[in-house]
């Protein structure tokens, strides 16, 4: 029996995730074919410790594209907006200008059946249930980017009222440490 | 990404090897042309992803595509050399308990 692990997407505007003093900011125009490349721009800087052989790139790239792709509809005159800091840890805000992530609580209920096939050992209703299908979802979608981020972002995953921007942080026990006298 | 088709095993498997980054950009193509590849029938499919060092969600989205297909049809898809990031998002999406493994030469690993 696999243990029933569920995680939720959060609502809280006001959460500390979205304190962004002192976070630097950038902004890029919505070009799905430079999701990568805005990526790397934001990251250019970081600790190499944090970057874990590309999991936090691929992870920021996830928030990114989401943004680009489902928030701005790929129109390069939407701004997608992000404040980052990767002191001590690995901290992002990122915002769009669309209509937000409208099917949060339909995710949420996506994820717990997911998750309860998974501890049921029931792999024929987990395969059919591994990728979230929203009204919104493409063909090229890969339907799943939550589900790892809702582990990945060990310190919190936590969108604002209008679920257009999402606030994150991760964690890193062994950077924290050689970072912690700076 | 590139793929090559590298042949049958000994075990009947057409090995094809991915290498470099599965993403956004190649996880569409690469969808179509093994879904393509496949066909309608039952088919044996050996994944090397021992060169692919970049894996995201548009990437697994794929690979449990070509695992929903191979259900329908009653194909098998086996994987071989996953390791490092991509190990690790496989794991972090559940994903990595749907897929079996083998060794390079094709033995349970």
């Given at each position: 029996m696999i243990p029933l692990i569920v995680r939720q997407l959060i609502v809280d505007?006001?959460?500390?995730?979205?304190?962004?003093?002192g976070m630097k900011y950038a902004e890029f125009p919505s070009?799905?074919?430079k999701v990568r490349e805005y990526t790397a721009k934001v990251l250019a800087e970081c600790p190499a410790a944090f970057l874990e052989g590309g999991l936090l790139e691929q992870q920021l790239s996830e928030l990114i594209k989401n943004g680009i792709k489902?928030?701005?509809?790929?129109?390069?005159?939407k701004a997608l907006k992000v404040w980052y800091d990767l002191r001590k840890r690995a901290r992002f805000i990122v915002e769009d200008?669309?209509?937000?992530?409208?099917n949060l609580d339909e995710w949420n209920d996506f994820y717990r059946r997911r998750q309860t096939a998974l501890s049921e050992n029931d792999f024929d209703a987990f395969l059919s249930l591994a990728s979230y299908r929203g009204p919104?979802?493409?063909?090229?979608?890969?339907?799943?980017?939550l589900v790892a981020a809702l582990e990945y972002w060990n310190g919190g995953i936590i969108y604002n009222d209008t679920h257009n921007k999402v606030g994150v942080v991760r964690w890193f026990s062994s950077g924290s440490t050689k970072l912690s006298g700076k | 990404m590139e793929w090559t088709d590298i042949g049958f095993d000994d075990h009947g498997y057409q090995v094809i090897k991915l290498s470099g980054d599965f993403d956004l950009y190649s996880a569409p193509s690469f969808t179509r042309a093994i879904t393509e590849l496949m066909g309608s029938g039952a088919y044996k499919l050996k994944l090397d992803l021992?060169?692919?060092?970049y894996l995201d969600s548009s990437g697994v989205g794929s690979l449990i595509k070509l695992l929903q297909s191979a259900k329908h049809s009653g194909s098998a898809i086996v994987f071989c050399g996953i390791s490092g990031a991509p190990r690790r998002i496989l794991q972090m999406s559940n994903i990595l308990l749907l897929m079996k493994e083998v060794d390079q030469a094709g033995g349970d690993s």
């Open positions: 505007e006001r959460n500390e995730l979205f304190d962004a003093q070009e799905y074919s489902h928030g701005n509809r790929c129109e390069p005159s200008e669309g209509n937000g992530f409208t919104n979802s493409a063909e090229d979608d890969g339907g799943n980017s | 021992a060169e692919v060092r």
